[in-house]
C-alpha cells in the first residue's frame, strides 16, 4: 500500500514550485508524487486537466528526475484496457 511519506510531501511540493499544478490542486500533486516516491511503474488516471494530461506529463517527470526519482508513466484507462490480451490470444 502507498503511504504519504515526508518524500512523497516534498515532492509534491517541488511540482507546486515548479508550476506544474497550484496549490488549490495539491491533492492532485500529491497522487503523483506518492506513486513516483512509492516506485509505481505507472499511473493510470481518468484526471485529464491535472494528471493525464500532455503538457503536464513530461514535467513531472523532469521534476522527478531534479528530485533523484525516476521517470513516472502515465495512461488514460482507455491506453491499458485489453493489454495483455493480444498474447492471450496468439
Not at 506513486?35 to 513531472?60: D, E, G
Request: one cysteine or more; charged letters at 20%.
Amino acid at each position: 500500500m502507498a503511504e504519504i511519506t515526508f518524500k512523497s510531501l516534498n515532492l509534491r511540493d517541488a511540482y507546486i514550485s515548479a508550476g506544474i499544478l497550484s496549490p488549490r490542486w495539491s491533492d492532485d500533486a500529491l497522487h503523483v508524487a506518492i506513486a513516483t516516491v512509492s516506485r509505481c511503474t505507472m499511473i493510470v488516471s481518468w484526471n485529464f486537466q491535472h494528471i493525464v494530461n500532455f503538457r503536464k506529463m513530461p514535467l513531472y517527470s523532469a521534476v522527478n528526475t531534479l528530485q533523484g526519482y525516476g521517470p513516472i508513466a502515465i495512461y488514460s484507462p482507455m491506453e491499458v484496457v485489453g493489454y495483455g490480451k493480444e498474447e492471450e490470444e496468439i
